[in-house]
């Protein structure tokens, strides 16, 4: 019973900031390492940033480096992302995931673990 809830979504100025938080309900899924997804509007769903589970390794999109930042806290199988800088562009509803190989991560296509999803809007 593998399940991943995202929260601290909500509606922030450009160059604001936000904290996102995906809680895993599954330990197994909790080991591996872990990504951000987002999808806006009409578009395609993309990679934000992943992280290992020995926070030693972690990956951005261009898009993102030097504005967020990826973290977890493996006792209470959570995975943050601070988001600082927030751009327009930013809007849009953040996933998290796993993936059992690191290699393949920011394809979040391995699992079905989607969640409800945290919505992220930034006013210009």
């Known amino acids: 019973q593998e399940q991943l809830v995202e929260s601290g979504g909500g509606l922030v100025q450009a160059g604001g900031s936000l904290r996102l938080s995906c809680a895993a309900s599954g330990r197994t899924i909790s080991t591996y390492p872990m990504g951000w997804f987002r999808q806006a509007p009409g578009k395609e769903r993309e990679f934000v940033a992943a992280i290992s589970w020995s926070k030693i390794s972690t990956y951005y999109a261009d898009s993102v480096k030097g504005r967020f930042t990826i973290s977890r806290d493996n006792a209470k199988n959570t995975v943050y992302q601070q988001m600082n800088s927030l751009k327009p562009e930013d809007t849009a509803v953040y996933y998290c995931?796993?993936?059992?190989?690191?290699?393949?991560?920011?394809?979040?296509?391995?699992?079905?673990?989607w969640g409800q999803g945290t919505q992220v809007t930034v006013s210009s």
């Open positions: 995931n796993a993936d059992r190989r690191w290699a393949t991560i920011t394809e979040g296509n391995e699992y079905d673990y």
